[in-house]
C-alpha cells in the first residue's frame, strides 16, 4: 500500500497563489510519475500537471504559465505552485502516483485537498 497525504490547499481571492504537496509514503519501491488531477464542482476529474521521475513537467493547457510542478525525489514528495489563481481554478484537487513495488504495478490516488478561489 502506499498512502500519498495532500496538504495546502485553502480559500484565495482570484490572483492570489498557493502551492500544494503531497507526500508518499509506504510500499513506495520505485515511483514513476506523480501528478495533479482536479475535480471541479458538477464536473468530472482532469489534468492539471504530472512529472515524471526525470524531471519532466506536463500541464493542461488550462494551467500553463500559471502553475508549476515539482517533485523531491528523496522525500518522495510533489508540488504544484499555483500563481494568478482564477475562481475556475476552484475544485478539489488529487494527489496520484504510479510506480513498482516488488515488481507489481501500482497507481494510487489521494484524497484530495480543497482549492477555493473567490473573485
Known amino acids: 500500500q502506499v498512502q500519498l497525504v495532500e496538504s495546502g490547499g485553502g480559500l484565495v481571492q482570484a490572483g492570489g497563489s498557493l502551492m500544494l504537496s503531497c507526500a508518499a509514503s509506504g510500499s513506495i519501491g520505485s515511483i514513476n510519475a506523480m501528478g495533479w488531477y482536479r475535480r471541479p464542482p458538477g464536473k468530472q476529474r482532469e489534468l492539471v500537471a504530472t512529472i515524471t521521475s526525470g524531471g519532466s513537467p506536463n500541464y493542461a493547457d488550462s494551467v500553463k504559465g500559471r502553475f508549476t510542478i515539482s517533485r523531491d525525489n528523496a522525500k518522495n514528495t510533489v508540488y504544484l505552485q499555483m500563481n494568478s489563481l482564477k475562481p475556475e481554478d476552484t475544485a478539489v484537487y488529487y494527489c496520484?502516483?504510479?510506480?513498482?513495488?516488488?515488481?507489481?504495478?501500482?497507481?494510487?490516488w489521494g484524497r484530495g485537498t480543497q482549492v477555493t478561489v473567490s473573485s
Open positions: 496520484n502516483a504510479d510506480g513498482y513495488y516488488a515488481l507489481v504495478y501500482y497507481d494510487y
